[in-house]
């Protein structure tokens, strides 16, 4: 699997590919996961949560409030 530091820098690589500031995406992701806007480092939590449970939280339809 990827470490923390594979994990962080892809998720920033994706954002510059689609011309999205990491900071936004961060701070999305963040949301999504942590009901937060901020929170360890993305890589560090991605692999303490586990790359297939971020997916499948990431990818779900969302929840209706």
């Given at each position: 699997?990827?470490?923390?530091?594979?994990?962080?820098n892809s998720v920033f690589e994706?954002?510059k590919s689609k011309h999205v500031?990491?900071?936004?995406?961060?701070?999305?992701?963040?949301?999504?996961?942590?009901?937060?806007?901020?929170?360890?480092?993305?890589?560090?939590?991605?692999?303490?949560?586990?790359?297939?449970?971020?997916?499948?939280?990431?990818?779900?339809?969302?929840?209706?409030?």
């Amino acid at each position: 699997g990827m470490d923390a530091l594979a994990i962080h820098n892809s998720v920033f690589e994706f954002s510059k590919s689609k011309h999205v500031p990491p900071a936004q995406l961060f701070g999305e992701i963040y949301q999504d996961l942590l009901s937060k806007s901020m929170g360890p480092k993305i890589g560090r939590l991605v692999e303490i949560l586990g790359v297939q449970r971020v997916r499948g939280a990431l990818l779900a339809p969302p929840v209706e409030p």
